[in-house]
Every structure is written in structure tokens, then in C-alpha cells.
T-cell receptor, first 109, second 113 residues
Framework: GQNIDQPTEMTATEGAIVQINCTYQ??????LFWYQQHAGEAPTFLSY??LDGLEEKGRFSSFLSRSKGYSYLLLKELQMKDSASYLC??????????WGAGTKLIIKP | IAGITQAPTSQILAAGRRMTLRCTQD?????MYWYRQDLGLGLRLIHY???????GKGEVPDGYSVSRANTDDFPLTLASAVPSQTSVYFC????????????FGDGTRLSIL
């Protein structure tokens, strides 16, 4: 079967760094996406990884290891507005996205 | 402003009624998708369309139908609503498939009583 695992909830402090992990087992792999979703809103695209390694985009970075079926999203210099759910999704061999349940990130002052 | 528009924003519906959720995009994207999002679960794909005139079944298609008569519109119909279809429904689109980020509408909150 296909499976995407993420922690359900994480808490971090404003100004700190947090790493959100995602492990996956899917039928085929054509890339991994990270999305941000604020409560009551639509998901918005953050990053895409298809090759192993780190992709940096401002305060956010995403890492992929295809051999380990593992990715993480790194958020630096946390701000209160970063309080949201972070969704990991893998594009399978049919080019469809398989989604994790999301990690709710709570930022405390 | 370019994007995806969903209607209605929210709806309460009696079980057994027919309901169509509307989705329109003005980005000329080829691919469109319908998802449902339930608490504690990831987004689940209901139906998709890789290009106008074609549709396909996703992970949870039963009880739903779609059509894609043109590039812009992708309506989702519940033929006879049941309480288990209570959910938040998101429409999304992407330029194509294969590493293309999906852009989401604001969602429709549907309650079936």
C-alpha cells in the first residue's frame, strides 16, 4: 500500500528552528511536495524535491533522500505567522499526489 | 486576479439530495483535481482531469461524478448525498502533470444531514 507518515503536531518557539519529517512508501516516485495550510484556508505550495539533497528558499528549506524514503522541511527564524499545518505529498507513478495527514505546527512567543 | 474559484463556500444539504460543487480556473491549466479533506486524514483524490474532455477516478470516487467540457470548468456532482460525504472539498489545478505544483481553491464546506 501507499503510506505517508508525518508527526501529528509539533511545538516550537518564535525565532527558533524546527524540522518537520516525512517518510513515505509509495508505488513509484516522481517527486515530493511540501504545502502550507493555515486553519480554514487552502493549501499553498512551498517546495518541490525530485533529486536527493537540500533545496533552500528563504527561511524554508526542504531535503530529500530517495534511498531512505525520507524528506524534511526546515523552517528557520520562526514567526508567529508560521503557525499552520504542513502537508507532505508524494507524486506517484501515475502522477497523482498521495498526501500525508499533515503536521500542525504551533509557535509560542 | 488569476486563480481558482469554488462555489458555494459552504452548504448544508439534506441526505438524498443532488448537489453540484462548481470550480472555475482562469490560468489555462490543463489538469484539474477534486479532493476531500477530513480531520486526521490527508487530502484524498476523488476525481481528476489531465486535460479538457478526459476524466479519471481517484482514491475515493464512489458517489461522485465529474465532467470537463472545457479547460476552465470542472464541476463535481453528488448524485444522492449521504452523511459520510460531509467534508471540506477542494478543487485544484496545475499546468500539467509531473512535478507541477497544484494551486487550490478556497474550498467548499459541505454538511450532509
Amino acid at each position: 500500500g501507499q503510506n505517508i507518515d508525518q508527526p501529528t503536531e509539533m511545538t516550537a518557539t518564535e525565532g527558533a528552528i524546527v524540522q518537520i519529517n516525512c517518510t513515505y512508501q509509495t508505488s513509484g516516485f516522481n517527486g515530493l511536495f511540501w504545502y502550507q495550510q493555515h486553519a480554514g484556508e487552502a493549501p499553498t505550495f512551498l517546495s518541490y524535491n525530485v533529486l536527493d539533497g537540500l533545496e533552500e528558499k528563504g527561511r524554508f528549506s526542504s531535503f530529500l533522500s530517495r534511498s531512505k524514503g525520507y524528506s524534511y522541511l526546515l523552517l528557520k527564524e520562526l514567526q508567529m505567522k508560521d503557525s499552520a499545518s504542513y502537508l507532505c505529498a508524494v507524486e506517484d507513478s501515475n502522477y497523482q499526489l498521495i498526501w500525508g495527514a499533515g503536521t500542525k505546527l504551533i509557535i509560542k512567543p | 486576479i488569476a486563480g481558482i474559484t469554488q462555489a458555494p463556500t459552504s452548504q448544508i444539504l439534506a441526505a438524498g439530495r443532488r448537489m453540484t460543487l462548481r470550480c472555475t480556473q482562469d490560468m489555462r491549466h490543463n489538469a484539474m483535481y477534486w479532493y476531500r479533506q477530513d480531520l486526521g486524514l490527508g487530502l484524498r483524490l476523488i476525481h481528476y482531469s489531465n486535460t479538457a474532455g478526459t476524466t479519471g477516478k481517484g482514491e475515493v470516487p464512489d458517489g461522485y461524478s465529474v465532467s470537463r467540457a472545457n479547460t476552465d470548468d470542472f464541476p463535481l456532482t453528488l448524485a444522492s448525498a449521504v452523511p459520510s460525504q460531509t467534508s471540506v472539498y477542494f478543487c485544484a489545478s496545475s499546468p500539467g502533470t509531473g512535478g507541477q505544483p497544484q494551486h487550490f481553491g478556497d474550498g467548499t464546506r459541505l454538511s450532509i444531514l
